[in-house]
């Protein structure tokens, strides 16, 4: 089956044919570049090479919303370990097939909408113009360096010469997609079409047409072939100029990348250099630079970062119980019950994707501020970062406080964010689950309680399952789907669509202590508590975890999160395992000494107040030193066996949450680790960081360790032959 259309038109006003070749792979929602797409766009340019009194190629696409969505990942993954000559030819190969559309006799046009990123937008800046829609799917971007890669088939080359060196660097190193209007005002679009099809043919047709009047105008003037000669050579840049750019862009560089990414730093350095030479010696410089970051371990790292995510977009819970292909049935009103900070984040998020929320709190006054709340955050524009008039009236209008629980009638799925306490959960949902249709659904974001015991006493319990945000609910991606004893699949497949209706990432996990995210954290907060609590010093241990990468240290989290809050957790969770958890004396220390955290300016760190609606500032302080080790033991530990100590009791946790089934399959750990706590994307998740280490050297470093403890202990999945990810 072929992926691509060739069909022929004529240039308004005559002066020529036009080939438009429309690429439609079969099967697929998206074109892809894979290599057999390469093969077939050659044999296309040789027969639109061969053709007689050609004028110009527009290349578009037939897919609704895709352009071109760039390389093929599955291809690329399976090569990983090919050797150098063997991706230099890749590279060489793709960067001489898309040269071709800036050296042949005729004008080149790609008439893009929708996405259009990596390969594809290679593939648009090699043609002599580009033409988009604007509509909103129009997005383009280079996002290689996501995957600790650079673009490789000339995107860096070709790019910087025709938009500008600085526009190009941004683009390329930052790896995000612009608008097709913003891409037009950089100079990457030449002309812009509205997507509502104005002209009464249809977005489709007045794309070609604008595309063929740009053919008409280009093969009349020839201005496309001074454009591949003006682009051919060194872009103009004095030195100071270049060494301006070099150092803003290192210095936004390493902020945003903590040094743990090179793909974005060595994308710089390349197109600086290469910016100074002509446009064969940078495609060369672009081959060589591609090479070392291809099979990279960030490289492979971020590809199964890729595939996680991917994964969990198509995937959907085995639904037993819901016919096959039919959609779970849509929530169109939901009730938040409890206006707080979660109520609050979790209603927001729902107006947001257009739900109704009624929204429910005990209190008056927390019901008046948390509707205010709900919709200044559902209205926030972060361009002006301020709240959007018209938008707050539109939003504002999806809500309504309710104060008693017979208004939470009409909801089609009621969310209970009240005080974590089994008891006045409980009560709750004895008022309310009469009120509601046999239908609807009863969740909750407890933290802690398991969801099987706050069934009991439920009418319909197969209706009802946990839906654990994370806070901030703004920013947290994740969303633990927990399926209690009953939770029917129904229940389940329809929380599942209502969290991804809300832009959310869903993992289901079955009922346990701690659910799934939890279970996995504490132990490795709680071994950071043991360590400061033998003498470590604080700032050290939270340093060794940024280091690995993760975005906060664990102790400075314990303050984020506070530290009553901790206490209570740990011992649910030591309740709950055992002497798995050995719950840090310290933490009741510091609870005892009143140093709650952030939300006292005291914990294991002093919090400075700084401008009102700024975080406040992390100070050291010498009264949590001294309560935190009284009496500190021996030498401080090497930073390496300092990560072994936090990461090992986590990596031994989540194998026995995967014997206890609390998830199926070790990649739904990474995923969930990866979206819920922001373990570094560029370890690839903590199975797949365990996997590059392997059981061998992981049971080598769990040896010294024995005699702390039980948590320390190999488990059977440890001990089995054969990778953690197998
Ligand atoms: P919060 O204290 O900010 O808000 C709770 C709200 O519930 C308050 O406005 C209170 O007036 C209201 N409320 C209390 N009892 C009520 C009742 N019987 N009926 C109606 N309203 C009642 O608490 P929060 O941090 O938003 O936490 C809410 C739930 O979410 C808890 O179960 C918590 O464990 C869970 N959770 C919290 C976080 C977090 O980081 N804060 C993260 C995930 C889950």
Not at 499 to 504: E, M
Not at 696 to 703: G, H, N, T
Request: charged share 25%.
């Amino acid at each position: 089956m072929s992926a691509t259309r060739l069909d022929w038109t004529d240039t308004p006003g005559g002066g020529g044919r036009v080939a438009v070749l429309t690429l439609d792979l079969p099967g697929k929602s998206a074109n892809l570049l894979g290599s057999a797409v390469l093969d077939e766009l050659e044999s296309r340019l040789d027969e639109v090479d061969a053709a007689p009194g050609v004028a110009g190629l527009v290349i578009t696409s037939a897919k609704p919303g895709v352009f071109i969505a760039g390389a093929d990942l599955t291809e690329f993954a399976a090569g990983l370990d090919r050797p150098k000559e063997d991706i230099l030819a890749t590279c060489e190969r793709g960067q001489r097939l898309f040269g071709r559309l800036a050296s042949c006799g005729y004008a080149t046009v790609a008439a893009i909408d929708g996405v259009c990123v990596g390969g594809g937008l290679e593939l648009a800046v090699w043609c002599d113009r580009r033409v988009a829609t604007d509509s909103p799917k129009t997005q383009l971007a280079f996002p290689e360096v996501k995957l600790g890669l650079l673009p490789g088939w000339g995107g860096t080359a070709r790019t910087p010469r025709m938009i500008g060196l600085a526009n190009a660097v941004e683009l390329v190193t930052g790896g995000e997609s612009v608008s097709a209007r913003e891409a037009t005002r950089l100079g990457l679009v030449d002309d812009l079409v509205s997507s509502k099809g104005e002209s009464g043919k249809g977005k489709a047709e007045d794309l070609l047409s604008a595309a063929l009047r740009i053919v008409a105008a280009d093969s009349h003037s020839g201005d496309f072939r001074q454009d591949r000669e003006r682009w051919s050579g060194p872009i103009e840049q004095s030195e100071t100029e270049l060494a301006f750019l070099g150092a803003t862009a290192a210095a936004v560089i390493q902020q945003k990348t903590g040094g743990h990414y090179p793909a974005p730093m060595a994308a710089l350095e390349l197109m600086l250099e290469a910016s100074q030479v002509d446009l064969a010696a940078a495609l060369e410089a672009e081959r060589e630079a591609f090479a070392p970051l291809f099979g990279s371990p960030v490289n492979r790292a971020l590809l199964n970062v890729f595939f996680l995510t991917d994964r969990a977009k198509k995937a959907t819970p085995e639904p037993r119980g819901v016919s096959p292909g039919s959609e779970p049935r849509a929530i169109e009103t939901a009730a938040v019950v409890g206006a707080g900070i979660m109520g609050q984040g979790i209603a927001a998020a729902s107006v947001k994707r257009g739900v109704r929320v009624l929204l429910s709190d005990s209190r008056a006054d927390a019901l008046a501020r948390g509707a205010q709340g709900v919709v200044r955050e559902a209205s926030y524009n972060k361009q002006t970062k301020g709240v959007d008039a018209d938008l707050a009236i539109e939003r504002a209008a999806l809500v309504t406080p309710v104060a008693e629980p017979a208004g939470l009638a009409s909801a089609d799925l009621v969310i209970e964010a009240i005080v974590e306490n089994a008891e006045a959960k409980q009560s709750l949902f004895k008022a309310v689950e009469p009120t509601l249709g046999a239908d609807a659904i009863l969740a909750t974001n407890t933290s802690t309680i398991p969801v099987t015991e706050l069934a009991k006493g439920l009418a319909r319990p197969e209706n009802f399952a946990g839906l654990h945000f994370f806070n901030p609910v703004r920013k947290m991606p994740l969303v633990e789907v927990i399926r209690g004893e009953r939770t029917s699949d129904a229940t389940i497949a329809r929380l599942v669509a209502y969290s991804k209706r809300l832009g959310k990432t869903p993992v289901v996990v079955n009922d346990g202590p701690g659910f799934l995210v939890n279970r996995l954290l504490l132990p490795y907060m709680n071994e950071a508590a043991l360590l400061a609590e033998e003498g470590v010093p604080i700032k050290q241990i939270d340093r060794a975890a940024k280091a690995f990468g993760m975005p906060m240290g664990p102790l400075e989290l314990h303050d984020v999160v506070g530290l009553d809050t901790c206490l209570h957790a740990g011992r649910v969770m030591h309740a709950a395992l055992g002497d798995r958890i050995e719950p840090a004396a310290v933490i009741e220390r510091l609870v005892d000494a009143d140093r709650l955290g952030q939300k006292n300016g005291k914990g294991f760190y002093d919090w400075r107040p700084t401008k009102p609606g700024r975080p406040p500032k992390r100070e050291d302080s010498a009264e949590a030193a001294k309560l935190v080790a009284p009496n500190p033991q021996g030498e401080t530990p090497n930073p390496q066996s300092l990560t072994d100590r936090l990461l090992l009791p986590m990596l031994l946790e989540a194998t026995r949450a995967l014997e206890d089934s609390i998830v199926g399959d070790p990649r739904d750990v990474d995923l969930a680790l990866i979206l819920g706590i922001g373990f570094p994307p560029h370890r690839g998740g903590l199975f797949f960081w365990a996997d590059t280490l392997g059981k061998q050297e992981l049971l080598a470093k769990l040896e010294p360790l024995q005699p702390l403890g039980k948590r320390f202990e190999p488990t059977d999945m440890l001990r089995k032959p054969g990778p953690l990810l197998g």
